[in-house]
């Protein structure tokens, strides 16, 4: 064959490996830049997420398990490899633009929210192309690392899981620290495209021409890339001026202006427009009035819109702590929304602090009068762990004598719908569980007031309008007719009596996050009601008949199993796993937001430790072959079941930590090392598991039992965010991890036991 000669030569295995790296740095990039552009479009909580990363997983194991099974005759596996890897450079930009054409297609109307039904749509088709190739691309590898090397699918396949998983800890850490950072989307492809089509070349051509060559070709690339940029970007925000559109660590951040006001999208999401007086003085006036004389003020969040101002009209605040997680949104109210924000940051009471809002309150020592949560509902992860048990409690220590805790939550003047009932009742309940004293006050915006001292708040309109004349401030929508209106007798009783409808709902905590279950299925039901049904069928399907389901498919599988050798066992352990090892990163990431704040860089070094402990686990698999195979599998699938609940003992532990050496430690060192650890799992796992698989005399595809892991952590992304953990909780979720593995650790103990 040639070339493959070759490339069995020192150089030639570097060129090979490089070429193998590159499939999971390129697609660990692209997931980061394409999912990010997926969210500006769905405006995305956990449900969208878990489709996307459905969709993307599903065509990647489509594209390994069915295409892979296609070789040509004549065609060398380095040429193969060569022509996918162009074929990818290419793909990935042409997905940025159709993820941005998208919206033509399936949001008639600016602005309009996509359902999950359409979500699922485009998901599936922009991201097709190139996961499809991704994936053949694994299979491909496989193929040129057995002819290059000469070594057996088994191994060979193992081999590139490996390279693959240190390819995509350098493409994660990379993507997330450096890349978004400074560069759009298609910069970012251009500079993916980079190596690919360099390494390419070298697998195709040889020599040094051929590289060079490809130097060449990149520059009308970047132009190309530039065009479509500036088109896409139009197509994006068709009938809305776009003054300003760049990436933040967090997110994608873009200005449009329209009709005499300008406004913010926060990934998709409208963060808040200028000029909005009316939510500016809603969002700070009711609360600060509830407080006969507020010194101290902790705003988090919504402060560059106008509200922070509006709070400082409040003579008596000596001290005004303003929290906002994006650096970079402060830097774009500077020049795009000044009016509203560069007065406020210049007044000598204002200290603006530039971290998570709940890693603020966790860490601060200070106390203040009143603490304003002026943040969207609790519709992610992200948001929800503002409105649990645990951070109430952590916001009460941080209350003065006689302070208080505002929160509001969209609603609607005359009617509450099942979905927000549930959502208020929740959150009115878990309120009630910290605080002495909870008012709530009706109409558009629900707003919830909550004092850690009977006798604190005000229900009466009259002492409202007094305290607003007597701090000489003049509004235009808080005003005395509205205090009357909105605290009529009988609309305060209607919204009680409509929260008590809701009937008996769970408290909202950090381990059982129910609150963003309520938030989601509110969400859905905007669409299509049956989206909300579906939602809450699952939701109201109690633990104890899933697990008992899973349980009886479990031993439907090992039966049937029993009798399909060790490659069934392999199957079997393999798909479980890929399940496993993705809820277990929800598990993580989610849990590691909870107990030390979105902190953006760790959550970045959480993943890429991950991947680095499933390519040290691979490269420790690959030196311990033997005939103990079987052992080990059952071994690895008996730990994989145990992990969930070790997990959430150890984050249970995590969270009584309060000394601030000991916090880092958990932070910096201890929450990396068990990211390590389940990869390192996962990646022991799949040497064992391909050896087994490959090894029964059969000639299978090489990129089979990677579509399995694929698929089965597919399902995990359905089913762990958006149902399994904020239906169940976090303990409830890792037994059922353990109930997933069981079936794989029985087959591979029956086969070592044959042995």
Known sequence: MTGSRSLASAGGRRI???????????????????????????????????????????????????????RWATAPPDRVVA???????????????????????????????????????????????????????????????????????????ARVY???????????????????????????????AAPNLLVAARLAFRGTVAPAAAVLLLAPAWIATRALENVSLRALWRGLAVLESRNSVYGNLTVVETEGSRTLYETGLAAGTVPDPASAEEAVHYALLQHPWPKSLLLIGGGWQGALSEA?????????????????????????????????????????????????VRRTRERYDVIIINLPE????????????????????RLTQGGLLSLRLRAAENYVSPELARLLASIDATLRAVFAEVIVLPGETVHFFAATHSGVLVREAEALEQRLRARGIRTRYVREYYFRFRLMPVRVRALQEQIAAAGPVRLNRDFAPVGYYYGVTRWSAQ????????????????????????????????????????????????????????????????????????VYHQLALIVGAFMAGMAMGSRQALRCAGPGDAHRLALLAGLAALCGPVLYAVLRGLAEVSAASAVWVAGQVVVPALAAACGWLGGFQFPVASRLYFGEGARFAPGGLYALDLLGACAGAMLASGYLLPVFGYFRTALLLAIVNWPGAFLAWRIAARR
């Open 16 to 70: 090979v490996d490089a070429a193998l790296a590159l499939i999971g740095f390129t697609a660990t990039v692209a997931q980061v830049v394409l999912l990010r552009e997926l969210m500006v479009v769905f405006h995305g909580n956990e449900l969208s997420l878990g489709l996307m990363l459905a969709s993307w997983l599903a065509w990647t194991a489509a594209g390994s398990g069915l295409l892979g099974r296609i």
């Open 527 to 598: 669409f299509d009601r049956r989206y909300r049904a579906a939602l809450e069928a699952v939701g109201q399907a109690g633990f104890v008949p899933l697990a008992a389901a899973m349980l009886a498919a479990g031993m439907l599988i090992a039966w049937r199993g029993a009798r399909g050798g060790a490659r069934r066992a392999a199957a079997v352990a393999v798909t479980a796993m890929g399940f496993t090892l993705m809820t277990l990163q929800v598990l993580l990431l989610i849990g590691f937001q909870v107990l030390f704040g979105y």
């Open 83 to 157: 022509a996918l890897e162009v074929a990818i450079s290419i793909a990935l930009p042409l997905s940025i633009a159709g993820v941005r054409f998208s919206r033509e297609a399936f949001q008639p109307v600016a602005g309009e929210m996509l359902g999950p039904g359409r979500m699922l749509a485009t998901a599936l088709t922009v991201l097709a192309p190139f996961c499809v190739l991704s994936g053949w691309l694994f299979a491909a590898g496989s193929r040129l690392r057995r002819s290059a090397v000469g070594e057996e699918t088994a191994t060979a396949s």
């Open 378 to 397: 609790p519709e992610t992860a992200q948001l929800n762990r503002f409105y649990t048990l645990e951070f109430f409690r952590e916001a009460a220590r």
């Open 312 to 360: 400082l009209r409040h003579a008596s605040l000596e001290r005004a702590d303003y929290v906002e997680l994006d650096p970079a949104v402060l830097d774009v109210a500077e020049r795009r929304f000044a009016a509203a924000w560069d007065a406020a940051r210049r007044d000598p009471r204002v200290r603006v602090h530039l971290l998570d809002g709940r890693l603020y």
């Open 162 to 192: 490996l390279l693959e998983a240190a390819g995509s800890a350098a493409g994660g850490l990379l993507a997330s620290l450096v890349l978004i950072r400074r560069f759009d989307s298609f910069a970012v492809a251009w500079l993916v």
